[in-house]
């Protein structure tokens, strides 16, 4: 499986980036760690005539702190998010998710702006950025935007991103130390990818009742999305497991279920509904 | 174009096609077919290699993304004339039956015990999770990468 040819470019910085991207429109693509890209290209899937390879662009693969968020950069791999002592300490949740990505290789070379800029409705990330409220830094032809990863999905492989912008980092809060979170996934066995994964961001105050809660679930749906339901209904109560069982219900009753080969709309569903209990239920424990 | 990398120390000089995958250039232009090509689609595991230490997919790679990079395959595990402790421990435990996915589950285990030297059996069913095995049904590979860990320790 050979992918059809192309013109390759290796620029050095993001202008020189976004300047290919313009000169080429519609027939060139970026390539991160090609996890996604290649495997479509092999597949002849896509067949972009020029391909802009972004890993000479040496600030792309830095992690800093900015403020009270964590910048990391498009090219940060999963392998890197997974094992970072800053993004464990402090963003615990991202790297319980990108230890969840397909196996150790495509860790190695999978990239965060890849997956986020390709929007697979089964990739784990999504469902994480939500819950976090991230924010997507994006720079382009005509100069440079933030967007909240709640406006960054939009459907179906389909983002936010304009033909030739780039992606360069993503920002996420450097969550308080009582606040806990928690990422459950059910895999789907041959690929890895989520049948439903569930991300869980909670806060209670002494007496137990919940302060904030926020709530991410992918796999399910043609995007990933809040269960704002779920977040409704248990802010302000205490998190006993009864009342997390009895808000985690009909997560998907707004969404557009999938039905495929790999598990029917009715069995997503109630997994929806479980793994968002779950990943509560373990992020209620872990907050202080 | 033109690309400099080097496998197993030494260093190979081609004029490429950017299409060309890396799994290509090391079974065809490099010769060393230790690597092998199993599904093509980043399933198996069997192309599985070292890029700078790190193991990856080298059916999904291409040849010039890995340029100035240092790679290894299983042909450069054998140290003067001696097979790696892994590779021992693969025959002594017959981590083997046909063998096509065995260069590939090596050099995962390889890369497996360099991050995580003393790994339990789920640590390294986990750390195999990349790689497939038509033939062994996996138990006498965990065995193996049990027994190359203690012959490394
Ligand atoms: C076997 C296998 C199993 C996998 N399992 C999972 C899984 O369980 N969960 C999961 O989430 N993912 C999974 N993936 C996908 C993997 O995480 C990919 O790495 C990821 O989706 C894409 O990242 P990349 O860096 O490889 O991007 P690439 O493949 O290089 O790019 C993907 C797309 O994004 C565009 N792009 C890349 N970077 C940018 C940028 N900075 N700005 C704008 N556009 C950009 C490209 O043009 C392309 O269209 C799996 C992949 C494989 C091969
Ligand atoms: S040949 Fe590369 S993963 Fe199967
Ligand atoms: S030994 Fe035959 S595929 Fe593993």
New interface residues.
Partial sequence: ????????F?PSSIQEAISLARRYGGDAKF?SG??SL??MM??RLAAPKY?I?L?GIGELTQISEEGDSLKIGALVTH?AIETSDEIQSRCRLLAEAAFEI?????R??GTIGGSVAHADPAADYPAALLALDAEVRIEGPSGGRSVRASDFFVDLFTTALQQGELLVAIHVPVLAHNVGTAYKKLRQQ???FALVSAAAVVAKDEGGKCTHIAVGISGVGPKAFRASKVEESLLGKTLTEKNITNASHHVTASVDVQNDIHASAEYRSAMADLFAKNAIWVAANRAE | MEITLTINDRTFKADVEPRLLLVHFIRENACLTGTHIGCETTTCGACTILLDGKAVKSCTLLAVQARGKRLTTVEGLMKNGRLHPIQEAFWEEHGLQCGYCTPGMIMAAYHLLQENPNPSDEQIRRGLEGNLCRCTGYQNIVKAIQSAAAKLA
């Fill in positions: 499986m050979i992918p059809e040819a192309f013109e390759y290796a390539l090609g996890h290649l495997p092999k597949l391909i390879d890993a392998k397909g196996d150790p290789q495509v190695s070379c041959a690929s890895g």
